[in-house]
């Protein structure tokens, strides 16, 4: 069996971690051992708030929606239950942005909503 020597494969490898890690702070981005760490923890780290910004962005969503739905006389849960009511299947992403970018449909859709709160009263 032939001799295998690693070192440009190596050397290739560490470059490429060293990369990776550019803007972490201290030894954390010229080490190779603690820039793997870092690197370690850094993908972790991402993973989690991934899943994290999901349920932020609901809440941004819920507080939007929540805000509009108040200038049109109506909490923000009377005016999904009210949506549920009226057969009116929107998610609170597509709500968000009407109450944001299109005001007249968000009102037409809380007076939907509020007549079939009265409705059904």
Known sequence: MA??????AAH???KRLLALTKGHRAT????YRRAHE???HALSYAYRHR???????????IVRIGAAARA???????LMHGLKLADIALDRKVLADLAMNDR??????????KERL???A
């Open 72 to 78: 049109h006389g109506v909490s923000y849960s009377q």
């Open 118 to 120: 009265g409705a059904a």
């Open 51 to 61: 899943k994290e910004l999901k349920g932020d962005m609901r809440r941004l969503w």
């Open 3 to 8: 001799r295998i020597k690693r070192g440009v």
């Open 28 to 31: 954390s981005h010229s080490l």
């Open 38 to 40: 870092s690197m370690l």
């Open 12 to 14: 290739r490898r560490h």
């Open 104 to 113: 007249e449909a968000f009102e037409q859709l809380a007076n939907a909503a």
